[in-house]
């Protein structure tokens, strides 16, 4: 999924400006800093306005066929991608995805056809369906709005070409239908059991709904939790599954007995139904009794059971870290959790130890070798000492 997409262009043009589009998309001339226009120029912004439009979209790789290209699957959109969870409903391939932006939206897309028809055809299901995005209403309803060249604000007259056009301007065409804008729609799980799908909403601002936790700002983040009609592909019923945060900054949303995290991120559902949570509060953040994150401190893994509501914290991970990524083996008996840019700088540790540099990488952490050496990001792998099933 090509998510942060936006930074990585730049231009030392002066009299270069952004269009409505490269606005809505967070395109700047100065990007993240990174100065690839300055190295090459199909990132440069004033040498091709095109060369954006290649990114922004999920792209699809075969394991089965190494020798084959990765395709960038188009008709999923075009946003800054958290990710992509399939799924299969009615023999239909769905595929959820969140734009991780504050007030962006929550999109689907839906097969045409059964995937398994559309592949004996020589079609890819992800070439050919329905993309929706969702509207959350106050009553705990919902609806999927088709971005459909023609239908609804999307047509000729109101200057939108193709459905080609509806795709690159994904953003903007979400917008002319009316969609929700939610606090940085993140990762999408489905419970195996109920079907029930759950998304991370990290944190944010504005964007007055019901759905958005009724606090704002929201610097701690929530989950919500929606069934799908059975009968259609366009409304659903929906509700707040968890609401983080500390009791000691928020008593009135956040339970006294819920273990204090923020920020949550990452997210997956086992087989059981337990729901891993994993969080991404900024190194801005971390730690600081100013954000409300003294208490919370590192990122870290909870896991929550949805029947009884009970919430535990599993792990704790290193300083300037994001907790991303996790799967088990089929026995349950090995994980597998990913610890993203440990020692990164982070305002907190940078204050006491100074930020990390080139020349000395491990002030805010030295993770997972110690000693002082450079930080490295790594995949866990954590096993019960007595060999028996993790979670139970």
């Known amino acids: 999924c090509e998510e942060n997409w936006n930074g990585y262009f730049g231009t030392a043009e002066a009299g270069w400006t952004a269009t409505a589009l490269e606005q809505r998309y967070g395109i700047t001339r100065a990007g993240f800093g990174y100065n690839w226009h300055v190295a090459e120029p199909r990132f440069d912004l004033n040498v091709n306005r095109n060369e954006l ?19 960038k699957r ?11 969870t399939c799924t299969e409903r009615n023999g239909r391939v769905v595929v ?32 050919h369906g329905t993309l929706y995005v969702a509207r959350f209403d106050a009553d705990g309803t919902g609806a999927w709005l088709p971005l459909v060249h023609g239908q609804g604000p999307l047509t000729t ?11 690159i301007r994904t953003r903007l065409a979400a917008d002319a239908v009316g969609a929700t804008k939610l606090h940085r729609p993140e990762w999408v799980a489905v419970h195996p059991k109920t079907g029930d799908v759950y998304v991370t909403l990290t944190n944010g601002s504005g964007n007055n709904a019901a759905v958005n936790s009724g606090r704002d700002p929201n610097p701690y983040g929530h989950i919500v939790r929606f069934s799908e009609s059975e009968t259609d592909d366009t409304s659903f ?18 339970p006294a007995d819920q273990p204090v995290f923020g920020s949550p991120d990452g997210l997956w559902i086992d087989d059981r139904g337990i729901v891993w949570i994993q969080t991404d509060i900024s190194n801005s953040s971390q730690n600081r009794a100013d954000r409300g994150y003294d208490r919370i401190g590192n990122n870290q893994m909870l896991a929550a059971d949805p029947e009884s509501g ?26 597998f959790v990913n610890v993203q ?46 060999g028996g099933e993790i979670g139970r």
Request: overall charge negative; aromatic content about 10%.
């Open 53 to 71: 439009n290649h990114f922004g979209w999920v792209v699809e790789i075969d394991p089965a066929k190494p020798e084959s290209t990765p395709v």
């Open 74 to 84: 188009s008709a999923l959109g075009r946003i800054k991608h958290e990710g992509a």
């Open 96 to 127: 959820y995805s969140g734009d991780d932006e504050n007030g962006d939206y929550l999109y689907k897309f839906v097969s045409s056809a059964p995937w398994r028809r559309l592949r004996a055809q020589g079609r890819s299901p992800l070439d």
């Open 157 to 167: 007259a109101n200057n939108w070409v193709d459905q080609a056009d509806v795709l």
């Open 237 to 254: 019923q929906w509700d707040i599954f968890i609401v983080a945060g500390d009791p000691q900054y928020d008593s009135v949303n956040v």
């Open 310 to 335: 009970e919430i535990k914290r599993f792990l704790t991970g290193p300083r300037g870290c994001e907790i991303t990524g996790v799967i088990m083996t089929p026995d349950r008996r090995t994980m």
């Open 341 to 386: 840019h440990p020692g990164e700088s982070t305002t907190f540790w940078n204050n006491q130890f100074g930020a990390p540099t080139v020349a000395n990488p491990a002030t805010v952490s030295s993770w997972p070798f110690g000693g002082g050496k450079r930080p490295r990001p790594a995949t866990v792998v954590i096993t019960r000492i007595d």
